[in-house]
T-cell receptor
């Protein structure tokens, strides 16, 4: 399977615990994105990397959230001291900088299956 | 004003009819536009991309873009029950990320 893979698919934790999600992007993609989605809402941007550099973080993102992409390949998203409001689907997506069709920077994102977090 | 606005629906159409999904966006520098389909409990799946004003057809799907009006739409011809899903609109621009609307829930009635 050459798509985006995420692990774990489901995580149930107690409030106050730390959790970590992993994302393996499509191998030739140099951009990697994290989104969060709650019921009835569209995906909400959290952060993105170009290779190993974290280029943007959402201003809404609590300092309890941290993401890394140490070698420009897989990425991890850690949530410290989880709260019930953190319960959501955490989506990882990857993209390449260029599209043959557009001939320019585009933004086609390809999503993984997501990691569903439930905080009790 | 929200960055991306979509009617949340549900939009209910009979099988075989044309479903029309609309989206407006506020970022005038957006240059690429994407439609994603999301089945309940699943992740978004890219179904259409459009970069230029006008229409782009792919099978039963047609995307329409009007940058002057900051409007993009998706038409689904010969709607099937398997098309029942939430459709997410996502403009892309200078910000190097996609901002998603809340999505329109489409229900195709057999």
């Amino acid at each position: 399977d050459t798509g985006v893979s995420q692990d774990p698919r489901h995580k149930i934790t107690k409030r106050g615990q730390n959790v970590t999600f992993r994302c393996d992007p499509i191998s030739e993609h140099n951009r990697l994105y994290w989104y969060r989605q709650t019921l009835g809402q569209g995906p909400e941007f959290l952060t993105y990397f170009q290779n190993e550099a974290q280029l943007e973080k959402s201003r809404l993102l609590s300092n309890r959230f941290s993401a890394e992409r140490p070698k420009g390949s897989f990425s991890t998203l850690e949530i410290q001291r989880t709260e019930q409001g953190d319960s959501a689907m955490y989506l990882c997506a990857s993209s390449s900088l260029w599209s043959k069709e557009a001939g320019a920077l585009t933004g086609e994102l390809f999503f993984g299956e997501g990691s569903r977090l439930t905080v009790l | 004003q929200k960055e991306v606005e979509q009617n949340s629906g549900p939009l209910s159409v009979p099988e075989g009819a044309i479903a029309s999904l609309n989206c407006t966006y506020s970022d005038r520098v957006s240059q690429s536009f994407f439609w994603y389909r999301q089945y309940s409990g699943k992740s978004p799946e890219l179904i259409m991309s459009i970069y230029s004003n006008g229409d782009k057809e792919d099978g039963r799907f047609t995307a329409q873009l009007n940058k002057a009006s900051q409007y993009v739409s998706l038409l689904i011809r010969d709607s099937q029950p398997s098309d029942s899903a939430t459709y997410l609109c996502a403009p892309g621009g200078a910000t190097n990320k996609l901002i998603f609307g809340t999505g329109t829930l489409l229900a195709v009635q057999p």
